[in-house]
């Protein structure tokens, strides 16, 4: 089984920055696409940033130079650091990743989501 441990949501101003992290804890074998989703009230689950294994990356065009992710492979973490925060940037934020845990098949496991609220 593989759990998904994140911290580092918060409330801020508009224009400020907050850094999420997020740690994939269990019996990995493989742990490929890493990476954060975030949804709104009233509004569907969204693409923030995924990255691969090989530190490709894929953002939604709203966070383009303003969020980055990174990732350490050994630890199996991932990091959304996030800059020039808007209101609309509040959400719930869930981490995610495209694993494969031992003695199971691949899948994505999500955690339980952190959220992120920035103020006007």
């Known amino acids: 089984q593989v759990q998904l441990v994140e911290s580092g949501g918060g409330l801020v101003q508009a224009g400020g920055s907050l850094r999420l992290s997020c740690a994939a804890k269990?019996?990995?074998?493989?742990?490929?696409?890493m990476g954060w989703y975030r949804q709104a009230p009233g509004k569907q689950r969204e693409l923030v940033a995924t990255?691969?294994?090989?530190?490709?990356?894929n953002s939604a065009d709203s966070v383009k130079g303003r969020f980055t992710i990174s990732r350490d492979n050994a630890k199996r973490a991932v990091t959304l650091q996030m800059n020039s925060l808007k209101p609309e940037d509040t959400a719930l934020y869930y981490c995610?990743?495209?694993?494969?845990?031992?003695?199971?098949?691949?899948?994505?496991?999500w955690g339980q989501g952190t959220q992120v609220t920035i103020s006007s």
């Open positions: 995610m990743t495209d694993a494969r845990a031992f003695l199971s098949q691949r899948q994505v496991y």
């Open positions: 990255i691969t294994s090989g530190g490709q990356t």
């Open positions: 269990g019996n990995i074998v493989s742990a490929y696409d």
